[in-house]
């Protein structure tokens, strides 16, 4: 059976911190990861990652993936209280339509 | 561009009730899905298409039923509603293999928040 697991579920952090989120996986036929962020409202895209080892970046959220160990990270440096949120992990079947999502990780930044 | 829309923003059902949730999308986009969240359990698929006059069963299709009526629009029917159907509920598209595309994210609705008593 298709597996998303994403640790920790919950994390609460002081503004500045640095975080890493983690989304482990066992798929078959793996074609790509995405990462989403979750505000009380609709999921927004965040990343797709294909290709291991090529970190993407966006301000100061990046994220990486690992196809022989199974797993992705999502950084976010200098947090601030606006990246509380719920971060979702979802992998893609190759020849499917489907997403598998994970339960994703409540991410609360304190001022 | 709206992107996706959803209708209902809210709905209250009484047990035994049936209805219909609507969605559309405005970027000629291929594939559709219907998603539900509860708290904890992160996304789950209900049904989805994969083009204009397909439909496949997702995790969790029972007490469901779906419509593609046609390229931009795609319905979530509950023919008799349980308290365990309530939930939120996301409509999502993306433009889709059969459009060639191989890999593209999916665009979220607002969600639509049902409350089955």
């Known amino acids: 059976e298709d597996k998303v697991v994403q640790s920790p579920l919950s994390l609460v952090v002081h503004e500045g911190d640095t975080v890493t989120l983690n989304c482990s996986y066992e798929?078959?036929?793996?074609?790509?990861l995405l990462w989403y962020k979750q505000e009380k409202k609709a999921p927004t895209f965040l990343f797709m990652l294909?290709?291991?080892?090529i970190e993407k970046k966006s301000g100061r959220l990046s994220s990486i993936l690992d196809k022989k160990e199974l797993f992705s990270i999502l950084n976010i440096t200098a947090t601030q209280t606006g990246d509380s949120a719920v971060y979702l992990c979802?992998?893609?079947?190759?020849?499917?339509?489907?997403?598998?999502f994970g339960k994703g990780t409540k991410l609360t930044v304190n001022p | 561009n709206a992107g996706v829309t959803q209708t209902p923003k809210f709905q209250v059902l009484k047990t035994g009730q049936s209805m219909t949730l609507q969605c559309a999308q405005d970027?000629?986009?291929?594939?559709m899905y219907w998603y539900r969240q509860d708290p904890g359990m992160g996304l789950r698929l209900i049904y989805y298409?994969?083009?204009?006059?397909?439909?496949d069963k997702g995790e969790v299709p029972n007490g469901y039923n779906v419509s593609r009526l046609n390229k931009r629009e795609f319905s979530l029917r509950l023919e008799s509603a349980a308290p365990s159907q309530t939930s939120v509920y996301f409509c999502?598209?993306?433009?889709?293999?059969?459009?060639?595309?191989?890999?593209?994210?999916?665009?979220f609705g607002p969600g639509t928040r049902l409350t089955v008593l």
């Open positions: 298409s994969a083009s204009e006059g397909t439909t």
């Open positions: 999502a598209s993306r433009r889709g293999l059969a459009g060639g595309f191989q890999y593209n994210e999916q665009f």
């Open positions: 798929v078959t036929n793996f074609r790509s």
């Open positions: 294909t290709s291991s080892g």
């Open positions: 970027m000629n986009h291929n594939s």
């Open positions: 979802a992998v893609e079947k190759g020849g499917s339509e489907k997403l598998v």
